[in-house]
């Protein structure tokens, strides 16, 4: 379905060129769009998660192994690993609420880029469907139906392996989708080897059911590998590691994931309900000896939970006078039963003591309306409502620690289009949104293993956004979108996972503005340009501390160019600059710019395609991402330095890839 709730049921078949679609009086705000499968497999990838890098604007680094769910970055916020962005797979949420890693947890390791259908994204508070984590924006991820009989083998530097089956058979009156990814890899670190290690695998049936297209759809992921974690600049200058060593070399990781989920869509209904199971284990170290000098700093994070979940939703159109009204009406609801989330002191992957133990049951459930009139052939105006009620009770090790926490909150929207012409339409948007802090934070009092009081954190936090935008196609050769964005936080209040504590921070504002171009020069070549300009500031003072939002990203540019030919000869480069990023407070530790330019070659032939890609291909000596804080290593002054922590950019990586249609 198309990102604005009200235009779900006006394209229902797989999308090809999603940039090519026209939004002119579809969308809601120029800041939304459709991404289509064909699009997703004509970029390199270097990682899965860099698919959310089709949205204008979103940066996806990492600073450990690749297991573990990435680093996201848009409109100004570090995203950590999720946290205001709100992802869903097949109607299934992506984000953990009271995650043992982070608020908002994403990993899309368990997506197979292949049988991606669409990517239906928005950004900001203005769509009544979208509720925790949205603040910054929303990705929905779609599945196929059907897709075609391929076998694939990649091959690449540093032991990278991936094999791929998929295809799609007749079973009854329906049609069954199979699919399965392996993938190995090493990595180019100096003291350790990755030994990533993933499985995928995706079942999916589906059939036309009543007035409408039905889907069950089971998946399966698991994944273990070792991690280079950042790694402190002074120890690289003192020639006690490499750029790409590590302090630290039994840090890593377990993860798994399981979903059962099951679909109905028709003109006038759509309904899904879900169930998932999630374990993580993960083995971090950020500071080495700072806080054991004996031991060393190295902790485990655990999170094993099942979520149930599902929504419905009921579309219908009709006329007031000359008014042409629409309207979209559902109900959202969610359990997370989490049986445990830990945090523990270990030495090479051993546990010494506990941090703080958890178990959690958190429920929310939403109402949500959104309606659409045109008030003329150019006016629309949009308006939306939402409540969300969430509870939760943690029963911790620590008794003071354990409660119950329940808050409910109540957001508007509001939005007006004018089509100017057949190629032109403005946009106003205004919105209330929220997202959702840690059960744990909402409930605790003392500091895990100290007797320090700690007030509660709120469990629900408000944000209000605005945007104008103006958007133009000409269904031929050129498609553009500009965005003027605003966006305030209440707060920025964080739980810690690293630490196990609180750490509440004040209100922000951020706005910018926001431009994406596509431009097909002719059915061979076409070039896409997209730019992100971002300033963020904390709106309250506070003593011995600046204003500037740390990690907050000021500039983003990505570019690509496209060649194809008669379905024989592609070839694609995609180039991708963000700039220095504020890493403290006072704004007075920045983080280098970082640039990267990747590449790919593919030749058909037959039934067989072979792909050729470069990802670094100046071998840019960046990083992938740098962090300022104090950590000591051995034999360091006990209350250790404070420096640049940095983990690289992989250098130049060759793969090549083999498929076989059949």
């Not at 904390?538 to 011995?544: I, L, N, P, S, V």
């Amino acid at each position: 379905m198309l990102a604005d709730p009200l235009s779900s049921h006006a394209i229902e078949n797989i999308l090809i060129k999603g940039r090519q679609i026209d939004l002119l009086g579809h969308s809601s705000s120029a800041s939304e769009g459709v991404i289509g499968n064909a699009e997703i497999l004509d970029r390199p990838l270097l990682r899965t998660g860099e698919i959310l890098e089709f949205i204008p604007g979103m940066v996806v680094t990492q600073h450990s192994g690749s297991g573990k769910s990435n680093q996201y970055f848009l409109r100004g916020f570090n995203l950590d690993h999720g946290t205001d962005f709100a992802n869903s797979v097949d109607g299934m949420p992506v984000n953990m609420r009271s995650h043992g890693h982070g608020q908002g947890y994403t990993d899309l390791n368990f997506i197979i880029p292949e049988i991606i259908s669409q990517i239906d994204y928005q950004k900001g508070t203005y769509h009544a469907n979208s509720g925790d984590f949205s603040a910054a924006g929303t990705a929905r991820f779609g599945i196929q139906n059907s897709t075609r009989n391929e076998l694939s083998l990649a091959l690449g530097e540093n032991d990278y392996q991936r094999l791929l089956a998929k295809g799609s058979v007749s079973a009854g009156p329906g049609n069954l989708l199979l699919a399965t990814e392996l993938q190995a890899y090493d990595g180019p670190w100096q003291d350790i080897s990755e030994n990533t290690r993933k499985v995928n695998l995706v079942s999916r049936y589906s059939q036309r059911l009543a007035s409408g297209q039905f889907a069950l759809t089971f998946m399966a992921y698991n994944n273990s590998w070792n991690a280079a974690d950042q790694v402190p600049e002074r120890a690289i200058n003192a020639g006690l590691i490499d750029r790409f060593g590590s302090l630290d070399t039994s840090l890593g990781g377990k993860s798994a994931r399981y979903s059962l989920s099951g679909s109905w869509l028709s003109d006038a209904w759509q309904a899904n309900a879900y169930v998932i199971s999630s374990d993580l284990d993960l083995w971090s170290n950020f500071t080495y000896f700072l806080n054991d000098p004996v031991n060393g700093d190295q902790f485990e994070q655990t999170d094993s939970r099942t979520l149930y979940g599902g929504e419905i939703s009921r579309h219908w159109h009709h006329d007031i006078g000359s008014i042409a009204a629409e309207h979209l009406v559902g109900v959202q609801t969610r359990i997370d039963d989490i049986a445990k989330v830990g945090l523990y002191n270990t030495q090479a992957r051993q546990r010494l003591d506990t941090i703080r133990e958890d178990e959690v049951l958190q429920r929310s459930i939403a109402l949500f309306n959104q309606s659409s009139f045109a008030l003329t052939e150019q006016w629309l105006v949009h308006l939306g409502a939402r409540y969300d009620l969430m509870a939760a009770r943690v029963t911790s090790d620590v008794a003071a620690n354990s409660g119950t926490a329940s808050d409910g909150i109540f957001s508007l929207k509001a939005g007006v289009s004018y089509q100017i012409s057949s190629n032109w339409q403005t946009y106003l948007n205004l919105g209330q949104g929220f997202h959702s802090n840690d059960a744990r934070g909402a409930t605790s009092t003392v500091v895990p293993q100290t007797d320090e009081s700690v007030a509660p954190v709120d469990f629900l936090v408000r944000s209000k956004g605005a945007e104008l935008g103006l958007r133009y196609f000409d269904f031929t050769t050129f498609n553009a979108s500009v965005a003027l964005w605003h966006l305030d936080m209440d707060s920025e209040l964080l739980y810690v996972g690293d630490a196990g504590t609180n750490e509440p921070s004040r209100a922000s504002r951020r706005y910018g503005l926001e431009v994406a171009a596509y431009y097909w020069f002719n059915r061979s070549w076409s070039l896409d340009t997209e730019l992100a300009v971002t300033r963020s500031r904390f709106t309250e003072d506070e003593q011995d501390e600046g204003n500037y939002i740390d990690g907050s990203l000021p500039f983003v540019l990505s570019m690509g160019l496209i060649y194809k030919t008669d379905d024989t000869w592609q070839t694609s480069l995609r180039l991708r600059h963000f700039g220095k990023r504020t890493l403290d407070s006072f704004n007075a530790q920045r983080s280098a710019s970082s640039t990267v330019l990747n590449g790919n070659l593919k030749y058909n032939f037959s039934t067989w395609q072979l792909s050729f890609d470069v990802m670094n291909i100046l071998n840019s000596k960046a990083s992938d991402i740098e962090y300022f804080y104090a950590s000591r290593l051995n034999n360091e002054a006990e209350e250790g330095i404070e420096d640049r922590h940095i983990h690289p950019m992989e250098p130049r990586t060759f793969r090549i890839t083999a498929t076989y249609t059949f």
